[in-house]
């Protein structure tokens, strides 16, 4: 392979995968079949041209920037392909708070089983009332208004906690209610960081894929949101290459 041809190729994985330019130098020397077979890979939903470039990159910002992965680097990458294709410096500070929601699935997962090992001890009462009170049940059609939809996995945070669930109702919603993203989108961003594959939260992915369709989303799209998130196992070989090289240089 020539000097050219591999700038090339390095160049179009940079774009594919978001990753960076001096990491996917160093896979590709060291295996030029491997980083091939990468290519290929992450060409797929890079050029099917089922998502619009712009949502792509705010796909792939998300899945950088979420709590769950936190790559400084690659939230810069992402930033700046976003901006090439046309997002707004606002729609990317939107998909950044959009993002931020993944910290109430401490709440989400934990508390179902604080309610399970209360109720085991005879204690179900200190989870709060059985039926909603009025000032539960407007919350609850609070969220609804603001969200468009309701699962069960908040039934044990507005129970014992209102007051924070309130508080989280106005904190995950302001993107919905000042954000510019398309409702279609932002259910799309929810699926992306949800099945990460260093989160992989079933119930969101199930929540978020609902909610992306009713508002108008195809399989088509919800599928390459999913092939775009699983990219990110790439990673692996191009941090593994890097630090090699950079191992095997004594640096």
Known sequence: MDRSDASSRRSEFVEATGFGADASRSLLDRD????????ALARVP????????????????????AVTHLDP????RS????????????????????????????CVVGLPVLAEELAALGRADEMGPGELDA???ELKDRFVALRGYWSPLWDTLLKISPAYFRAYVDFSSYPWKEGTIPPRVKELIYVAIDAA??????????????????HGATAAEISEVLQIASLMGIESAVLGAATLDAVAAGS
């Open 197 to 214: 594959t260093n989160h992989l939260f079933e119930p969101g992915i199930r929540i978020h894929v609902r909610n992306a369709l009713n």
């Open 79 to 106: 930033v700046e392909i976003a901006l090439a294709r046309g997002v707004s410096e606002a729609q990317v500070l939107e998909v950044c708070q959009l993002t931020s929601v993944l910290g109430i699935q401490s």
């Open 135 to 137: 000032g539960r049940q």
């Open 32 to 39: 030029p079949g491997y980083f091939a077979a990468a290519l």
């Open 73 to 76: 680097a690659g939230t810069r």
């Open 46 to 65: 890079a050029t099917s041209g089922v998502l619009d470039d712009a949502t792509r990159a705010m796909i792939r910002l998300a899945v950088n920037v």
